[in-house]
T-cell receptor, first 114, second 109 residues
């Protein structure tokens, strides 16, 4: 099993550009999440999904969009990138939304917006 | 009061030392508690769950105090490889996990 994979690993965007961060998991998990982590700070939840076709906002959804057309994939779309979106983005998945189930993280995408 | 509060550290300890971190949470309805570990420039990974009666995994001991609303992590005989950031995590109901900002530990030779 590859677990949770993310692409790209690194990206530099110019202000106003758009991009999609890819996330895939092969563990047949229902739940998937997108977090951002600014330097020296904790994880902030952007969006999450409880299954294909269902998504919900987290703590910091503004400036982002998500879709969940399959169980495996959960892409994050940045429209009109801003310097405030410079961060490390982690995708994660779990069998359930919490409880005793471990949340597995991908290796992250380091994004710089200049 | 913030949902979860951790001392950011850093805690600088010599090899072989015992070190403990606490984490307080504000939601009394919290049901599940965890410690995750995050190495520098890496993703977080589950270190251990925290059970009501306390639990141990090798050199690591986790405790839960519901009355005072905090969890703790004790590391005995610290190794250089224990250097990382330790994230306090809790969960309630059907909401996603809530992560603390983490406590940074540096174990020095």
């Amino acid at each position: 099993n590859a677990g949770v994979t993310q692409t790209p690993k690194f990206r530099i965007l110019k202000i106003g550009q758009s991009m999609t961060l890819q996330c895939a998991q092969d563990m047949n998990h229902n739940y998937m999440y997108w977090y951002r982590q600014d330097p020296g700070m904790g994880l902030k939840l952007i969006y999450y999904s409880v299954g294909a076709g269902i998504t919900d906002k987290g703590e910091v959804p503004n400036g982002y969009n998500v879709s969940r057309s399959t169980t495996e994939d959960f892409p994050l779309r940045l429209e009109l990138a801003a310097p405030s979106q410079t961060s490390v983005y982690f995708c994660a998945s779990s069998y359930s939304v919490g409880g005793r189930d471990e949340q597995y993280f991908g290796p992250g995408t380091r994004l710089t917006v200049t | 009061r913030k949902e979860v509060e951790q001392d950011p550290g850093p805690f600088n300890v010599p090899e072989g030392a015992t070190v403990a971190f606490n984490c307080t949470y504000s939601n009394s309805a919290s049901q599940s508690f965890f410690w995750y570990r995050q190495d520098c420039r890496k993703e977080p990974k589950l270190l251990m769950s925290v059970y009501s009666s306390g639990n141990e995994d090798g050199r690591f001991t986790a405790q839960l105090n519901r009355a005072s609303q905090y969890i703790s992590l004790l590391i005995r005989d610290s190794k250089l490889s224990d250097s990382a950031t330790y994230l306090c995590v809790f969960h309630s109901g059907n909401t996603p996990l809530v992560f603390g900002k983490g406590t940074r530990l540096s174990v020095i030779a």
